[in-house]
Nanobody, 120 residues
Framework: QVQLVESGGGLVQVGGSLRLSCVASGRIVSMDPVSWFRQAPGKTRDLVATINGGRANYVDSVKDRFTISRGDAKETFYLQMSSLKPEDTAVYYC???????????????WGQGTQVTVAS
């Protein structure tokens, strides 16, 4: 089975930066699209950023502050966050559509989430 694991969350001050990583493991042939979601307490889980077919897209609230990127290894992708605001506080989840060489089909997987807290 494929697993995704996020890392890099933590407590940062307003205006600070943080880089989240997502690493997939398993019998992975390809991952596309790859995405980051976030969910604050009492809120829905919303898309933050995605790369689909090499094209990046962002929710308006993070445009020009966040950057999603793929790593050199196909199993890794990142979310670079800068100019962080209190409203960015949430659990951040990575997700990816994965083609594996066990079942030879595309499936969607989610990480367990990593907490990002932005404090004044």
């Amino acid at each position: 089975q494929v697993q995704l694991v996020e890392s890099g969350g933590g407590l940062v001050q307003v205006g600070g930066s943080l880089r989240l990583s997502c690493v997939a493991s398993g019998r992975i042939v390809s991952m596309d699209p790859v995405s980051w979601f976030r969910q604050a307490p009492g809120k829905t889980r919303d898309l933050v950023a995605t790369i689909n077919g090499g094209r990046a897209n962002y929710v308006d609230s993070v445009k020009d502050r966040f950057t999603i990127s793929r790593g050199d290894a196909k199993e890794t992708f990142y979310l670079q966050m800068s100019s962080l605001k209190p409203e960015d506080t949430a659990v951040y989840y990575c997700t990816a559509s994965v083609l594996d060489d066990e079942f030879h089909r595309w499936k969607n997987y989610w990480g367990q989430g990593t907490q990002v807290t932005v404090a004044s």
